[in-house]
């Protein structure tokens, strides 16, 4: 099966050709730094950005898959949770193509296809993101492809953490998931985001705070592990952008030395991580899985990516962190969930389906 993807949902116009599992191509428009001006995400900037640039992406995928539209079997575009404007251009994009093609058309939710970014493999290697540009052209592809391999799933806890969502997901199968616990106020990496603010960094400020945290140290200060020792498996992160707030504040000399912003970065950086990594293995430990995936922007993260690699070996569990690549919002992972719903039977949506901007998983 050739199915087109389109995902919209926040500030990534992203367009994946996929057939039987593998990535074909993955075009992406990054706006970051159009709404950097405006410290956060500017709603109409992102549709009018989405409008512009969605026939080049598509376009772009569709010449890089050496795929005609004719050959597309199925069209899939992300229905939801994301910002309203934003959606709307490529879901309904998605149904006036498949309209025009006569071809079965899907709506995805887009946190049940981060659920499965981490059984992409090969991603960094064949679609490195770096390697597509602001205009969405996918850049030398080196041969071969990014493939979904479903042979070693296991049942998991999955993390989802990106900057508008924090998500502890039981997955019993591909198709069968229960939300176990999600955050009550900021996600993790608007945490990252709004406290390296404080601290004068450019948004979006994760990156940077991971770059900065390489050499500071995570226990220069004592920041608060929100919900650490809670029983639920919810988040809860502005108590520590608050702690950082009056921290800032109070020492303003801490802004003024590299080194200790540095240090200010990693203990930051720790408080969130530590209570990410806690959460996540104490979920799969009472869920009796013996698997934890991880996906989102802020699985990026080195220090994430590191101490969850360390938890999981010593409580003996395995661990698929989505690759870098495809840790970011992108079109193959709408892709990849939208094909093994067809062929597992799922029913085509019509084309008079809404988006769906405030879509909770179940
Ligand atoms: O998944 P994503 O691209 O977009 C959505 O929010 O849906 O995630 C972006 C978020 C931002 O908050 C960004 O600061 C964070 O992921 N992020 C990171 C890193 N890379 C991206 N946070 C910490 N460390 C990173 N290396
Ligand atoms: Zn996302």
């Given at each position: 099966?050739?199915?087109?993807?389109?995902?919209?949902?926040?500030?990534?116009?992203?367009?994946?050709?996929?057939?039987?599992?593998?990535?074909?191509?993955?075009?992406?428009s990054?706006?970051?730094?159009?709404?950097?001006?405006?410290?956060?995400?500017?709603?109409?900037?992102?549709?009018?950005?989405?409008?512009?640039?969605l026939?080049?992406?598509?376009?772009?995928?569709?010449?890089?898959?050496?795929?005609?539209?004719?050959?597309?079997?199925?069209?899939?575009?992300?229905?939801?949770?994301?910002?309203?404007?934003?959606?709307?251009?490529?879901?309904?994009?998605?149904?006036?193509?498949?309209?025009?093609?006569?071809?079965?058309?899907?709506?995805?939710?887009?946190?049940?296809?981060?659920?499965?970014?981490?059984?992409?493999?090969n991603?960094?290697?064949?679609?490195?993101?770096?390697?597509?540009?602001?205009?969405?052209?996918?850049?030398?592809?080196?041969?071969?492809?990014?493939?979904?391999?479903?042979?070693?799933?296991?049942?998991n806890?999955?993390?989802?953490?990106?900057?508008?969502?924090?998500?502890?997901?039981?997955?019993?199968?591909?198709?069968?998931?229960?939300?176990?616990?999600?955050?009550?106020d900021?996600?993790?990496?608007?945490?990252f985001?709004?406290?390296?603010?404080?601290?004068?960094?450019?948004?979006p400020?994760?990156?940077?705070?991971?770059?900065?945290?390489?050499?500071?140290?995570p226990?220069?200060?004592?920041?608060p592990?929100?919900?650490?020792?809670?029983?639920?498996?919810d988040f809860s992160?502005?108590?520590?952008?608050?702690a950082?707030?009056?921290?800032?504040?109070?020492?303003?000399?801490?802004?003024?030395?590299v080194?200790s912003?540095?240090?200010?970065?990693?203990?930051?950086?720790?408080?969130?991580?530590?209570?990410?990594?806690?959460?996540?293995?104490?979920?799969?430990?009472?869920?009796?899985?013996?698997?934890?995936?991880?996906?989102?922007?802020?699985?990026?993260n080195?220090?994430?990516?590191?101490?969850?690699?360390?938890?999981?070996?010593?409580?003996?569990?395995?661990?698929?962190?989505?690759?870098?690549a495809l840790?970011?919002?992108?079109?193959?992972?709408?892709?990849?969930?939208?094909?093994?719903?067809?062929?597992?039977?799922?029913?085509p949506?019509?084309?008079?389906?809404?988006?769906?901007?405030?879509?909770?998983?179940?």
């Amino acid at each position: 099966m050739t199915l087109l993807a389109i995902e919209t949902s926040c500030d990534e116009t992203s367009v994946a050709v996929v057939r039987d599992g593998k990535i074909l191509s993955n075009s992406v428009s990054s706006q970051i730094q159009i709404h950097a001006e405006y410290g956060g995400v500017v709603p109409e900037l992102a549709a009018r950005e989405h409008l512009r640039n969605l026939l080049p992406v598509t376009q772009a995928a569709l010449q890089a898959a050496q795929v005609q539209p004719d050959q597309l079997d199925a069209v899939a575009a992300t229905q939801g949770p994301g910002l309203p404007t934003a959606l709307l251009v490529g879901f309904k994009a998605a149904q006036a193509i498949a309209f025009a093609l006569r071809k079965p058309f899907l709506g995805i939710h887009h946190h049940e296809a981060h659920l499965f970014s981490p059984w992409i493999r090969n991603a960094e290697h064949h679609l490195g993101a770096e390697e597509t540009d602001q205009t969405g052209r996918d850049g030398a592809r080196r041969s071969g492809f990014a493939t979904a391999d479903f042979s070693s799933f296991q049942p998991n806890v999955s993390l989802i953490v990106s900057g508008g969502h924090t998500l502890l997901v039981l997955v019993e199968s591909e198709l069968k998931h229960r939300v176990l616990g999600s955050t009550t106020d900021d996600a993790a990496g608007e945490c990252f985001d709004k406290t390296g603010k404080l601290m004068g960094l450019p948004y979006p400020a994760g990156p940077e705070m991971d770059r900065l945290s390489e050499s500071g140290n995570p226990k220069a200060f004592d920041f608060p592990r929100p919900l650490l020792n809670d029983a639920s498996n919810d988040f809860s992160f502005s108590g520590l952008k608050t702690a950082v707030r009056y921290f800032v504040r109070d020492h303003p000399d801490s802004l003024k030395e590299v080194q200790s912003v540095r240090d200010l970065c990693a203990s930051i950086q720790a408080a969130i991580v530590e209570v990410l990594v806690t959460k996540t293995l104490r979920a799969a430990k009472r869920n009796g899985v013996r698997c934890v995936t991880a996906s989102g922007g802020v699985t990026c993260n080195r220090a994430l990516r590191r101490e969850l690699t360390r938890a999981c070996e010593k409580a003996g569990l395995t661990l698929r962190l989505a690759e870098k690549a495809l840790c970011t919002d992108n079109a193959a992972m709408i892709g990849i969930l939208a094909e093994r719903k067809l062929l597992a039977g799922v029913k085509p949506a019509s084309f008079d389906e809404e988006i769906k901007p405030g879509w909770i998983l179940d």
